[in-house]
């Protein structure tokens, strides 16, 4: 197989992870926060549920979740899969396990805010969601924006592994290449592909955070 | 009319008792001064006015509006909305300021008055202009908190608190968190608002700064109002051994 064939398979498999990654980001970022509202809620149901959601996200392997959400319909409901749910599932499995580590992360971000910020913002009469998208918001996203980079850095490795339930991404491409081949070059070249994905995503999260610096 | 009433207020954390029975009223223009050993619940009857805490029991009200009242044996409290317009009549200093790190100065002043009490943002401006410089703080308009110095941080909140046009206006101890040498443009700027006739309510542990701004000084002692008077009546001609001993501590 010609070098140039080779990176075009891996091209399309890298376009299948690129649309995992946005997909998640986009799900998981705005759901984290629903997620995060419903562990500080002061309704104990509601909260201990939420409890329970996030640990078995954290404690269990996101490989075993994707199978689950891929194959929980068929043996638990007798519904037929069809090869197109094999992508909704990974997006589904990824934005669940995602929106949970965001979750902990805004909570700790809006739980290290002093009290004095609501105090102060209280007495000025600001309402109670003035409060939150004004005040707080703007620099919980400050105080967060490094744990937040560490978590998309992780998702962009996390990708892979949605080779698990066989979506075509680009490392499930790279590993028949190379069997195909019987040699490594397709995998170094998914290895590559990935460290660079994570070079732009450090350069643009680092812009984010100079953006921010503005204030302290 | 008084522009606060607090009476036989009563608050505990707990199990502990911290305002046992306070009663306290402010007049228009007139400049109070609190003062009392720490821990004896200054703070929190200031947080108990200003709706930060709720009180146990008691009767709160400005310019005649209540807050709570007392039904019964029960202390209930005005409505969400009631409470809202409430909070219009009043500001609060803080002892460390709690400036929003992420505005500027300007917007830190001017962001109340446009987006609660939705004046028009032009209007704001200017007032807000004005009452900068009036303060010292002209040229400051587009710095970031952080880029100011403790006393004019203070400076600023003070603004900010002033730009809502309060009817009334509590300091919790506002030159606490500054270095000594920068107590002195804070307390300024207090003093000028008592010249100009402010309702104010001030927790501090100035001794001389109270017996020369207060009009009434009032010393609270464990949860209680222990004497009340002129700063002359109760500096010079304490009544109570608490008093006297307390400003035996401060003098000597
Ligand atoms: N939120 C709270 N929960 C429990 N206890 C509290 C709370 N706020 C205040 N206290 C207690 O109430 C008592 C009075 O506190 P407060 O802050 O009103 O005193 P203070 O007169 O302002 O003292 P200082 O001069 O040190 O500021 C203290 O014993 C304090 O520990
Ligand atoms: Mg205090």
Redesign the interface.
Known sequence: MAFEVMLRELSSGLLVSLEIFFLTLLGALPLGMIVAFGRMSKFKPLQLLVKLYISIMRGTPLMLQLLVVYFGPYYIFGIRLTSSYRFIAVIIGFILNYAAYFAEIYRSGIEAM?K??Y????????SKT?TFF??IL??VI?NILPSITNEVITLVKDTSLAYTIGVAEMFTQAKIISAAQSSMTALIAAGIFYYFMNLVVAYVMGLFEKKLN??? | MNILELKNIKKSFGDLEVLKDVSLSVRKGEVIAIIGPSGSGKSTLLRCATLLERVDRGEINYLGEAVTECVGDKTVYASKKQLQKIKGYFGLVFQNFNLFPHYTVLKNVIDAPISVQKRKKDDVIKEAAALLEKMGLSGKENNYPHQLSGGQQQRVSIVRALALNPQILFFDEPTSALDPELTGEVLKVIRSLAEENMTMVIVTHEMQFAREVADTVYFMNDGFIVESGTPEEVFDHPKTERMKHFLERYNG
Not at chain 1, 119 to 126: N, S
Request: charged letters at 25%; glycine letters at 10%; a positive charge.
């Open positions: 002093s004095g910020q105090e102060a913002a209280d007495v000025l009469g600001y003035q004004k005040i703007p620099q400050k503005y204030f302290k």
